[in-house]
């Protein structure tokens, strides 16, 4: 007994350690690859030579406007794949802080994207800011979602509606859609389940041409069972910019 709680131990203080050297090698590298504010990701574009020099995996870049959310994406993929993600940080250091993954069902471009990170004890950190995005004060704040790829550049999504629903939930474990029509029923069905909607909810997903959902844990308690979920859509081109407004359903 006494060997198990000292060999706990010195597991979880090797993974406070990783996790304290991910989170300054993690805003290091924002500012080394785009600069020293995350709207550069779409201005300037992205040094992709860097970050690939760094980790062959990595797919995109994520920002998210009104939270800390910066970070690069990755993709799993040989002996990296099946969660290795959620406790290996960008450079495969273990780390509590992980690195956000895109589903791999889906691809960087898919009408689908579901990208996963974790909700941590550092309250600015990971997807941590979108964990209560369930609720109405904190999905008010949350702006453009802003999705940029090595080979596609940098796509802008508008926050549509926000769910808690249970971990295994199958409704959102649909990538493809024979036309828009289709991902627009998509749409609608999950915001059945939506605690938060735009107030344009019906304009945006009638003018949706692609859905981006940002999957994190409630808490970062280990065991949840529920996943926050908030979903984004890139819209059609049309003549004059779109405002999005928040309500409470």
């Given at each position: ?23 300054s ?20 574009g ?10 062959p ?44 993954y895109?589903?791999p ?20 950190s ?5 964990s209560?995005?369930?609720?109405q ?33 199958p ?9 828009n029509?289709?991902?627009r ?12 909607c735009?107030e ?7 003018r ?14 280990e ?16 003549s004059?910019?779109?405002r ?6």
């Amino acid at each position: 007994m006494m060997l198990t709680a000292t060999l706990l131990a010195a597991t979880a203080g090797i993974m406070a350690a990783g996790t304290s050297r991910s989170l300054s090698r993690y805003s290091t590298l924002e500012v080394e690859v785009i600069g020293d504010s995350p709207n550069n990701a779409a201005k300037e574009g992205i040094d992709w030579p860097s970050l690939r020099k760094e980790n062959p995996d990595v797919v995109g870049w994520l920002t998210v406007e009104g939270t800390s959310i910066s970070y690069p994406v990755t993709s799993e993929r040989g002996e990296h794949a099946g969660g290795w993600y959620l406790k290996h940080d960008f450079w495969g250091r273990a780390s509590t802080l992980g690195c956000p993954y895109i589903d791999p069902r889906c691809t960087t471009e898919a009408s689908h994207i579901l990208i996963y990170g974790h909700t941590v004890d550092a309250p600015d950190s990971m997807f941590t800011p979108l964990s209560h995005a369930y609720e109405q004060q904190t999905f008010s704040l949350i702006g453009d979602a802003h999705w940029s790829t090595t080979e596609h550049g940098d796509a802008t999504f508008k926050p549509l509606m926000a769910i808690n629903v249970d971990a295994l939930y199958p409704d959102i474990q649909q990538f493809r859609f024979a036309s828009n029509s289709g991902l627009r029923s998509f749409l609608r069905s999950l915001s059945k389940d939506a605690s938060c909607c735009a107030e344009n909810k019906e304009e945006l997903i009638e003018r949706a041409r692609r859905v981006l959902s940002l999957v994190t844990c409630p808490s970062p308690h280990e065991g949840e069972c529920t996943r926050t979920i908030v979903i984004f859509v890139q819209l059609q081109a049309r003549s004059r910019p779109l405002r999005t407004k928040h309500f409470q359903p």
